[in-house]
């Protein structure tokens, strides 16, 4: 249609049919952009009463590794199974095709999606050595359920022929910046209880993966004790663990055990005039069939505490403000078998005497505006004392304070910091704000601050490393990590048509020897509508400072990337808003 038109894009076709009022047959089929012939397919079918996108999609990228030019096709799509194809030129490493696979079953709950690729690569890695050829990553998920959808079953995998297929085909994969674990899974939940059973095994030679050969979890129901009012929590862990370190790490040897776990806290919760005092105490047992000795071992801890709180509320018009001042003390028992005498496979394993008591005072307030808007304003200004521990220099070595403002539906504040006593610094400080202008202009803004100190730990409230290591000796490891990182992210509505997201991070005053000083990293977005149908996308990426595969000295990483994605789908008509004060973006 339109051919007295000049259009940027065409679909042209030698011989049309049309059956059954939406059925289309077309022989001898060329996609044009800019006069310019881009694909030939002999035949192609489709139905025009479904909401269908175009079969081919197109991109293109230019990073290290040079130009790239890709393109996908749909093989095969109905309402319950799709096929793509994937074909890349990479000019500096050579080609790569794929096939990509999503099954949802039209009965029932089972999902399947796979992606095979497969590459011939003649570059040499680093200049240094041949690659092995081919290169690949095959990566599947699956997800069903059975027994009147009692049991759920999810199994996952990734195998790569090496770590940088990643990075030099990024196109590939669910998550392509993820090797998704390989393992299976069944979980059952019930009102009694849950459980779950799972094999996790390493498919990649350069993994570090601790093996679960299998692992067995069964968590019942919190059960009440007669009418003590006592409160009994259970969980119950058994398995074969077998801790595999990657090939390259050297130092370092292997390690493996069955591992069977009981743990019980038994709990109360007092209700005075005013006040809440919950006391619990409780035990954990680990047995393990092999340690650094070549023998079992029985690790016991014993645990106890008590919480207590109160809360005073003062009515204000449209709203209250309600203050609440708390203890919290936490003792944890020397362990039976030392650390470094049993096999630790992750932070579950870390036991070590704690002796802790948390006080503070929690605000909340809260106010309703003339639009019936909740603004919402909570402070926690609290700190921890540690007794009888040798291994933190102060009783009180931090001061916290934590604030966050939902001043307006569209504007969110927060704050979080630590004062070191010991030092008279800031040992960490993470300030943030998501802010709406109006329906095409958002953005965030965050600056996050930590010292030498401040130890970077999966756990921030679990303290037995704490308590175990010395702070010299953890302020010369990897906990160490003191830097300043700035991040901002913005969204710009030009038209309807014409979008723009920006991405950036910034660090500096890094202090590791492993590590650069100052890293950046920034993100480029753009997303156009062609005559109403034709979408484009244009990423510009950049990285400088980070240690990686493109490394030309010491920490000079420099990773310039334009993405260019290209292809056609039905427009839709939306009035989204993008609010980042509502959680466009994740914290």
């Known amino acids: 249609t339109s051919e007295n038109e000049r259009n940027e894009w065409s679909v042209e076709s030698t011989e049309v049919n049309l059956s059954k009022g939406s059925k289309v047959k077309a022989k001898n089929v060329r996609f044009v952009f800019v006069r310019m012939p881009l694909l030939w397919l002999p035949t192609f079918s489709t139905d025009l009463k479904q909401e269908n996108k175009t079969p081919f999609k197109y991109r293109f990228r230019w990073d290290g590794l040079g130009p790239r030019v890709g393109i996908s096709y749909d093989l ?54 041949k690659l092995d050829w081919p290169r690949y990553r095959f990566q599947g998920k699956y997800d069903d359920r059975y027994f009147n959808n009692k049991v759920t079953f999810d199994f996952t995998y990734d195998k790569l022929s090496d770590l940088n297929v990643r990075g030099d085909y990024p196109s590939v994969g669910f998550d392509t910046g993820r090797i998704m674990a390989t393992q299976a899974t069944f979980s059952r939940k019930t009102p009694e209880w849950i459980s779950s059973l799972n094999t996790k095994v390493r498919m990649n030679n350069f993994q570090t993966v601790k093996q679960q050969l299998p692992l067995f979890q069964f968590t019942p129901r919190p059960i009440k004790l007669f009418e003590s009012g006592c409160t009994l929590d259970s969980k119950l862990s058994a398995g074969y663990l077998d801790y595999r370190y990657a090939n390259e790490t050297h130092h370092v040897h292997n390690f493996r055990s069955s591992r069977i776990e009981l743990s019980q806290n038994l709990y109360r919760n007092f209700l005075l005039t005013g006040l809440s005092l919950t006391p619990q105490i409780g035990y954990t047992l680990i047995n393990y069939s092999n340690s650094p000795q070549k023998s079992d071992k029985l690790l016991a801890i014993g645990k106890t505490g008590v919480e207590c709180h109160t809360r005073f509320v003062h009515p204000l018009t449209n709203g209250s403000d309600a203050v609440e001042p708390y203890v919290d003390y936490q003792y944890i028992t020397f362990p039976t078998v030392k650390p470094k005498h049993h096999y630790i496979f992750d932070l579950q394993d870390g036991y070590y005497r704690v002796n802790m008591l948390r006080f503070g005072l929690k605000n909340f307030l809260m106010k309703e505006t003339e639009s019936n808007f909740l603004q919402r304003f909570t402070t926690d200004i609290y700190a921890r004392a540690f007794f009888n521990t040798p291994t933190i220099g102060r009783t009180i070595p931090r001061v916290y304070a934590d604030a966050s403002w939902k001043a307006t539906p569209y504007t969110a504040y927060s704050v979080g910091s630590a004062w070191d006593t010991q030092r008279h610094n800031l040992d960490h400080i993470n300030v943030k704000s998501d802010i709406t202008l109006s329906e095409d202009v958002a953005f965030s803004v965050e600056y996050r601050r930590r010292n030498a100190f401040s130890w970077r730990k999966l756990d921030l409230d679990n303290f037995s490393i704490d308590s175990f290591r010395s702070e010299q000796r953890l302020r010369h490891s990897e906990l160490s990590d003191r830097r300043d990182t700035l991040l901002g992210k913005l969204f710009l509505r030009f038209t309807p048509e014409f979008s723009v997201e920006l991405n950036s991070r910034y660090g500096f005053g890094r202090h590791h020897h492993l590590e650069p000083s100052h890293y950046q990293a920034y993100e480029i977005d753009t997303f156009t509508l062609i005559r109403g149908a034709l979408v484009l996308k244009l990423s510009i990426q950049f990285r400088t400072g980070y240690k990686g595969v493109f490394k030309q000295g010491p920490f000079k990483t420099m990773r310039p990337a334009w993405d260019f994605w290209l292809g056609l789908e039905q427009p839709r008509i939306t009035t989204a808003v993008r609010k980042i004060g509502q959680g466009n973006y994740d914290n």
């Open 76 to 129: 095969l799509k109905t309402k319950s199974f799709r096929t793509e194809l994937l074909f890349d030129i990479i000019f500096k490493h050579g080609l790569g095709a794929g096939i990509a696979t999503n099954y949802e079953s039209p009965t029932s709950y089972a999902k399947f999606k796979t992606y095979n690729y497969v590459a011939e690569d003649f570059q040499n890695l680093f200049g240094k050595k």
